[in-house]
Protein backbone atom coordinates (compact mmCIF):
# COMPACT_ATOMS: atom_id res chain seq x y z
CA UNK A 1 0.00 0.00 0.00
CA UNK A 2 2.74 2.22 0.74
CA UNK A 3 4.01 1.91 -2.45
CA UNK A 4 0.51 3.45 -4.39
CA UNK A 5 0.95 6.53 -2.07
CA UNK A 6 4.44 6.78 -3.03
CA UNK A 7 3.49 6.57 -6.62
CA UNK A 8 1.07 9.11 -6.69
CA UNK A 9 3.92 11.42 -4.91
CA UNK A 10 5.75 10.60 -7.60
CA UNK A 11 3.43 11.71 -10.16
CA UNK A 12 2.51 15.04 -8.84
CA UNK A 13 5.75 16.37 -7.05
CA UNK A 14 8.32 15.31 -10.21
CA UNK A 15 6.04 15.55 -13.13
CA UNK A 16 2.71 17.80 -12.65
CA UNK A 17 3.70 20.43 -10.59
CA UNK A 18 7.06 20.90 -12.36
CA UNK A 19 6.08 24.11 -14.27
CA UNK A 20 5.68 25.51 -10.49
CA UNK A 21 8.85 24.56 -9.78
CA UNK A 22 10.63 26.68 -12.46
CA UNK A 23 8.07 29.35 -11.90
CA UNK A 24 9.58 29.59 -8.51
CA UNK A 25 13.22 28.97 -9.68
CA UNK A 26 12.42 32.20 -11.58
CA UNK A 27 12.08 34.89 -8.62
CA UNK A 28 15.11 36.62 -7.58
CA UNK A 29 15.37 37.50 -11.54
CA UNK A 30 11.71 38.18 -12.30
CA UNK A 31 8.58 38.92 -9.90
CA UNK A 32 6.20 38.88 -12.35
CA UNK A 33 7.25 35.83 -14.06
CA UNK A 34 7.10 33.77 -10.61
CA UNK A 35 3.99 35.09 -10.60
CA UNK A 36 2.60 34.35 -13.82
CA UNK A 37 -0.08 31.46 -12.85
CA UNK A 38 -1.44 34.01 -10.16
CA UNK A 39 -2.25 36.12 -12.79
CA UNK A 40 -3.33 33.76 -14.94
CA UNK A 41 -5.82 32.71 -12.38
CA UNK A 42 -6.99 36.40 -11.35
CA UNK A 43 -7.67 36.88 -14.84
CA UNK A 44 -9.85 34.10 -15.17
CA UNK A 45 -11.74 34.89 -12.20
CA UNK A 46 -11.96 38.89 -12.85
CA UNK A 47 -13.37 37.74 -16.64
CA UNK A 48 -15.39 34.99 -14.80
CA UNK A 49 -16.87 37.82 -12.55
CA UNK A 50 -17.72 40.39 -15.64
CA UNK A 51 -19.75 37.96 -17.38
CA UNK A 52 -21.50 36.51 -14.15
CA UNK A 53 -22.34 40.91 -13.44
CA UNK A 54 -23.53 41.38 -17.26
CA UNK A 55 -25.82 38.19 -17.02
CA UNK A 56 -27.25 39.50 -14.00
CA UNK A 57 -27.47 42.98 -15.91
CA UNK A 58 -29.60 41.31 -18.33
CA UNK A 59 -32.03 39.40 -16.63
CA UNK A 60 -32.47 42.46 -14.29
CA UNK A 61 -33.36 44.60 -17.71
CA UNK A 62 -35.75 42.11 -18.84
CA UNK A 63 -37.62 42.21 -15.56
CA UNK A 64 -37.28 38.41 -15.28
CA UNK A 65 -35.81 38.68 -11.78
CA UNK A 66 -38.45 39.33 -9.07
CA UNK A 67 -37.40 41.18 -6.15
CA UNK A 68 -40.15 41.84 -4.30
CA UNK A 69 -40.01 40.37 -0.45
CA UNK A 70 -42.76 37.62 -1.45
CA UNK A 71 -40.53 36.21 -3.59
CA UNK A 72 -39.58 33.74 -1.27
CA UNK A 73 -42.24 31.82 0.61
CA UNK A 74 -39.98 32.04 3.88
CA UNK A 75 -39.83 35.90 3.60
CA UNK A 76 -43.90 36.55 3.30
Excluded at 52 to 58: A, D, F, N, R, Y
Amino acid sequence: MRAFWEGIQTLFVDYLFAPYDFFRHTEPSTWWGANFMNWCFLLICASAIYYWCKQLKLHKDNGEEAQDTTAHSFLK
